[in-house]
């Protein structure tokens, strides 16, 4: 079946760090691929996506590449804030019984400290 | 930009009593929502899927019967936990699919949740 496997957290890292938050998913078919985040007692704001074979997606100076050979959507950020603390859920989307449904991971909680 | 409006966000109840939450989209139309639940530190489970006008499609294991959905319109939808236990109590969170555009590239946007608790 459709899955995402997220690297388990938590990440603790200091500020200004290099991030890297590792998801590899199994699919069938050509599936859409989303990094979303969500902060504490919100709900998930999608931070970027990609939607085919080495589509890359960036916001706020995070991006994510879509690697269908190692089927990975690993997310990076250069420089971390102690804004970024969140936990950030790595999803895939693709179609089943007829629907686009999005498949979560575990999602990986990460948190920035000054 | 697109907002999901979820309502309440908080709510605090006995043991036998129903709850229902809504789901608006306030600025776009949704012909399709979805229902997940979310226990502490943990992802999101799919619940259910809803179109507008039709029956829920309900994931496996979920009881159609314990939660229910109604989606009216192109910008409600709500789910009604009937005879809510304490073991009910978690994260609810609502997601609304954007109509416009390819179907395959509609955005999907989230609410904030509603935290259920029963005592």
């Not at chain 1, 990094?35 to 919100?42: D, R």
């Not at chain 2, 799919?46 to 319109?73: C, P, R, W």
């Not at chain 2, 609810?92 to 999907?108: F, H, K, L, V």
Request: hydrophobic residues 30%; aromatic residues 12%; charged residues 20%.
């Amino acid at each position: 079946g459709n899955s995402v496997t997220q690297m388990e957290g938590p990440v603790t890292l200091s500020e200004e760090a290099f991030l890297t938050i590792n998801c590899t998913y199994t699919a069938t078919g050509y599936p859409s691929l989303f990094w979303y985040v969500q902060y504490p007692g919100e709900g998930l704001q999608l931070l970027l996506k990609a939607t085919k074979a080495d589509d890359k997606g960036s916001n706020k100076g995070f991006e994510a590449t879509y690697r269908k050979e190692t089927t990975s959507f690993h997310l990076e950020k250069g420089s971390v804030q102690v804004s970024d603390s969140a936990v950030y859920f790595c999803a895939l989307r693709t179609k089943s019984g007829g629907y686009n449904k999005l498949i979560f991971g575990a999602g990986t909680r990460l948190a920035v400290h000054p | 930009g697109a907002v999901v409006s979820q309502h309440p966000s908080w709510v605090i109840c006995k043991s036998g009593t129903s709850v229902k939450i809504e789901c608006r989209s306030l600025d776009f139309q949704a012909t399709t929502m979805f229902w997940y639940r979310q226990f502490p530190k943990q992802s999101l489970m799919l619940m259910a899927t809803s179109n507008e006008g039709s029956k829920a499609t309900y994931e496996q294991g979920v009881e159609k019967d314990k939660f229910l959905i109604n989606h009216a319109s192109l910008t409600l939808s709500t789910l009604t936990v009937t005879s809510a236990h304490p073991e009910d109590s978690s994260f609810y969170i609502c997601s609304a699919r954007d109509s416009q555009g390819p179907y395959s590239n509609q955005p999907q946007h989230f609410g904030d949740g509603t935290r259920l608790s029963i005592l």
